[in-house]
Antibody, heavy 117, light 108 residues
């Protein structure tokens, strides 16, 4: 069974930084691309970033490009998301997701990031 | 960027009724790479349909997807109590992957 467990969310001031982690199990982690998708309170879903299984390729939404960075450690089956220069509009639940090609097939439970002074 | 517009915003129906949800793309979706997800309150999204019409593993056959190009439909043939939720379409044929704004199916 695929399990994706996010951690690292919390309250941070505008301009601050936060690092999310996603511990994966139940599949061969290095064989699958992974993504981060966020959902602002009461709003819809927004894809924000993806990384290939090998880690060679990364992709970002324009809204986070230059501020956020995705990475992975395949030896630890863990995906990371470094978020810098945070803004109020980054407040959301951040979901870690497993890709199959470009299709999101599995989702974690999410971790809440709140950017507020 | 492909913009997906879902309609209606809210669908009020009774259990046993048929639900028809629409997703329209601003340009053709490559290879009909269109997915539907269900999200219940406080829960994580769940993949229902991929490739416009293929059901994901374990999804009941009352859920069906159809369409191609720019117009796609999710149909729930007979609503069960557990089907009342928000449904999102997503295109994954081109970057950036984009979601529709969602359709809420509520109990009438």
């Amino acid at each position: 069974e695929v399990q994706l467990l996010e951690s690292g969310g919390g309250l941070v001031q505008p301009g601050g930084a936060l690092r999310l982690s996603c511990a994966a199990s139940g599949f061969t982690f290095s064989s699958f691309g992974m993504s981060w998708v966020r959902q602002a309170p009461g709003k819809g879903l927004e894809w924000v970033s993806s990384m290939s299984g090998s880690g060679d390729s990364t992709y970002y939404a324009d809204s986070v490009k230059g501020r956020f960075s995705i990475s992975r450690d395949n030896s630890k089956n863990t995906l990371y998301f470094q978020m810098n220069s945070l803004r109020a509009e980054d407040t959301a639940v951040y979901y870690c997701a497993k890709d199959q090609g470009w299709l999101i097939v599995d989702w974690g439970q999410g971790t809440l990031v709140t950017v507020s002074s | 960027e492909i913009v997906l517009t879902q309609s209606p915003g809210t669908l009020s129906l009774s259990p046993g009724e048929r639900a028809t949800l629409s997703c329209r793309a601003s340009q053709s979706v490559s290879s009909n790479y269109l997915a539907w997800y269900q999200q219940k309150p406080g829960q994580t999204p769940r993949l229902l349909i991929f490739g416009a019409s293929s059901r994901a593993t374990g999804i009941p056959d009352r859920f069906s997807g159809s369409g191609s190009g720019t117009d796609f439909t999710l149909t729930i043939s007979r609503l069960e109590p557990e089907d009342f939720a928000v449904y999102y379409c997503q295109q994954y044929g081109s970057s950036p992957r984009t979601f529709g704004q969602g359709t809420k199916v509520e109990i009438k």
